[in-house]
């Protein structure tokens, strides 16, 4: 899916909610996890359950590289039943030299069919070079993230007066455009977000941290939107963790409509 089918969908459907299928086997509800490949149909539940809601799925890899090569295939069969008008994301966070780095982008953008992956820039341009190639893609650079570990390296200063994020945002948004370059800029940092725009006013952000972590959809609108919404605001365990009951998918379903129903409500006013 290209960027503009992903501002289409988000203007038609008043929606910039992904939903983050960050799942993990020992946090499923029980009763599911006595079936082979609970994963899977918990997966396929809350899929089904949210779809009306959002407009993007973001499966971070490394709740499916744990379990070894079924993680891998169940990966794959969640991919499979995400229909096309959603943009699902990879998140991989990946970053090598060059030759290692084509072969994750391969990975990612051939193998499976993401449309979208993150990927970390501390190893420079070379490292994040090969996934921009894919200019039918998107590749998604940590900018700032929401963790409290930000305050290590992002959040430090330069001899120049700027953080670290900001020398990343400035450098890395000059080797692509806002058709194929995201940035993750969390929640947690909302009032940031204004900073952030004014060094990158027409990329997308990806924005997790709403939610579980604690940060506010009203201020992440409020400061981080541009004149096409610009966002993809992430929730993973409010939304899939909503419940641990049997009713776990309905409870997924009405988790993603709040959402849904305050993003409206905020695109309108």
């Known amino acids: 899916m290209s960027i503009k089918s992903l ?4 203007k ?4 910039y909610l992904c939903v983050g299928l960050d799942t993990d086997d020992q946090k499923i509800p029980l009763h599911l996890r006595s079936q082979k490949d609970a994963v899977l149909a918990f997966n396929k539940a809350v899929i089904d359950a949210t779809l009306d809601h959002c407009v993007s799925y973001k499966i971070n890899t490394a ?3 744990s379990m070894g090569i079924r993680g891998w295939e169940i990966m794959q069969e969640t991919l499979e039943h995400i229909p096309d ?3 699902v994301i990879a998140d991989a966070k990946r970053g090598d030299i060059g030759n290692t780095s084509a072969q994750y982008a391969k990975t990612f953008f051939e193998a499976y069919g993401f449309d979208a992956v993150t990927v970390a820039p ?13 200019t039918d893609k998107v590749t998604i650079v940590l900018g700032l993230t929401s963790n409290k570990g930000a305050e290590d390296f992002e959040l430090q200063r ?11 945002l400035k450098t890395v948004s000059g080797w692509g455009t806002p058709q194929n370059l995201m940035f993750v800029a969390g929640a947690t940092q909302a009032k940031e977000l204004v900073n952030i725009r004014r060094i990158v006013p027409d990329h997308f952000l990806l924005v997790p941290g709403v939610g579980a972590q604690g940060g506010s959809l009203q201020e992440v609108a409020a400061y981080g939107s541009n004149k096409d919404i610009g966002l993809l605001v992430n929730a993973s365990r409010a939304v899939i963790y909503a419940s641990q009951a049997e009713d776990f998918s ?3 379903a009405k988790a993603a409509r709040s959402y849904h129903d305050e993003m409206r409500a905020l695109m309108r006013s």
């Open 7 to 10: 501002i289409d969908h988000i």
């Open 12 to 15: 038609q459907k008043q929606s």
């Open 158 to 168: 330069l001899q120049s007066g700027e953080f670290v994020y900001e020398r990343v």
């Open 63 to 65: 709740f499916y590289e």
């Open 250 to 252: 309905q409870a997924a």
């Open 122 to 134: 501390y190893m420079g341009e070379d490292s994040i070079r090969p996934f921009l190639e894919y």
């Open 85 to 87: 008008t959603h943009f």
